[in-house]
């Protein structure tokens, strides 16, 4: 979060090892250099520009690529996400309404002893909405939201990091308010050892504990929570026939299931209808949309097979664990 171009709280989450390795791997094959002073570039400034069309002073000296990459790939202008979009967590949200998004709303009343905490962290396994809230808070206060991927930093910027970050506060403080989301910092901020940075909460040594002075754990799914999903993904497209009944079996058969795990669960059962027209004979080219049937609890039991649970008891244990050490109650 930025006030007055000075970084206030930050919002950051803690994700598994397995995923951060899959982002390097891809991160690691992508390139970001070559692109000084293209036409695109040049967008990219004016955006930036102030009225008289002059450049804000603290971006003068930043190198163009750098400003570049942070308009197109980090700085999001609409995230489009709102707190009625995510299930469950109720405690998370009240925590980050009350310690991010009113002080950005209303920073003339949060100083003195009202003044933000500094260091909001967010855990938990991956897929459960830590990315979602980090939207929503943007989308909430009407600010522009910055995702930044702390592993990137580390394996694709490698000693360009720092300059990023630099540039990344200089570009936020003109485009304020601003929500700064920090994606994976425990790889920047656990003690480092040979096999590599890891993406787990009990990475995150003493010092960086003491920073990150509340620590929300965002917890899989309630019962209620998956349902919520399901239900309102279906809605959305205007498939929504399945009875309560039908609902609880879905509650029943997912324990243990990842927000995302539910969504791609969704996913692929609203193409039940369409594969068993297909299997019956029909060409897509023909199909009619008003001929296809609603989508069935026996398409998620079909689909179930697929998407299977994405972590283990033992991971859960081990965040469930981190957070009865460390984690913020209330
Ligand atoms: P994280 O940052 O914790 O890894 P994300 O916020 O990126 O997870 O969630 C990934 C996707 O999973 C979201 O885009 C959304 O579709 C779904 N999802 C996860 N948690 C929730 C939730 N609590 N409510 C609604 N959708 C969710």
Request: hydrophobic share 35%.
């Amino acid at each position: 979060q930025v006030h007055d171009g000075v970084a206030g709280n930050s919002v950051v989450t803690a994700n598994t090892f397995s995923e951060m390795i899959a982002q390097q791997k891809k991160m690691s094959c992508s390139s970001f250099l070559g692109i000084h002073g293209s036409d695109s570039t040049k967008r990219c400034m004016d955006v930036l520009r102030g009225p008289d069309g002059e450049l804000p002073e603290k971006l003068r000296n930043l190198e163009p690529y750098l400003i570049e990459h942070i308009s197109n790939e980090i700085m999001n202008h609409d995230p489009n996400v709102r707190w009625e979009d995510i299930a469950g967590l109720h405690h998370a949200k009240k925590c980050v309404t009350e310690m991010v998004i009113w002080p950005l709303l209303r920073p003339d009343i949060f100083k003195g002893c009202r003044s933000p905490g500094r260091g909001l962290l967010l855990f938990g396994p991956p897929g459960t909405g830590k990315t979602m809230i980090g939207k929503a808070i943007a989308g909430e206060a009407k600010a522009t939201f910055f995702y930044v991927s702390a592993s990137s930093l580390v394996s694709k910027w490698m000693g360009e990091g720092e300059k990023l970050v630099r540039a990344l506060f200089g570009v936020a403080s003109c485009r304020q308010p601003a929500v700064i989301f920090v994606d994976e910092i425990d790889s920047l901020l656990s003690q480092r050892k040979s096999d590599g940075a890891t993406n787990r909460p009990q990475e995150l040594d003493e010092a960086a504990r003491r920073r990150l002075t509340k620590r929300l754990y965002i917890p899989l799914p309630s019962s209620e929570a998956r349902a919520w999903i399901v239900r309102n993904l279906l809605e959305k497209d205007g498939l929504f026939k399945l009875s309560t009944e039908d609902i609880d079996s879905i509650c029943k058969l997912t324990e243990g299931y990842l927000g995302s795990d539910m969504k791609n669960l969704v996913n692929d059962a609203s193409m039940g209808p369409l594969r068993e027209a297909f299997r019956q004979g029909t060409e897509i080219t023909k199909l009619k949309k008003e001929d296809m049937r609603a989508v069935t609890l026996q398409d998620f039991e079909n689909a179930l097979q697929e998407v299977r649970p994405s972590v283990s008891l033992d991971e859960l244990g081990t965040y469930e664990d981190w957070n009865n050490q460390f984690g913020s109650i209330s």
